[in-house]
């Protein structure tokens, strides 16, 4: 049994049933831009596919409360 299992039967789970995890995540190379309203960094969505050189806010939210 190794010190990973041991550790995991101690926290209460089970040793079998650890979670899928990917080797890289999917979304590592999409492309992003900053929100004009809030300053933080946003990622392209599928949605905005067609007007992504349009978007300039993160979020309905920020859209709204424009500064």
Same mark, same amino acid.
């Given at each position: 049994?190794? @010190?990973?299992?041991?550790?995991? #039967?101690?926290?209460?789970?089970?040793?079998?049933?650890?979670?899928?995890?990917?080797?890289?995540?999917?979304?590592?190379?999409?492309?992003? *831009?900053?929100?004009?309203?809030?300053?933080?960094?946003?990622?392209?969505?599928?949605?905005? *596919?067609?007007?992504?050189?349009? @978007? #300039?806010?993160?979020?309905?939210?920020?859209? *709204?409360? *424009?500064?």
């Amino acid at each position: 049994m190794t @010190v990973n299992q041991k550790l995991l #039967i101690a926290a209460g789970r089970n040793p079998q049933c650890t979670p899928h995890r990917h080797p890289m995540p999917h979304h590592i190379n999409r492309p992003t *831009k900053n929100c004009k309203a809030c300053g933080r960094p946003f990622q392209w969505r599928k949605k905005w *596919k067609g007007v992504w050189e349009d @978007v #300039i806010y993160c979020s309905e939210r920020c859209r *709204k409360n *424009k500064k």
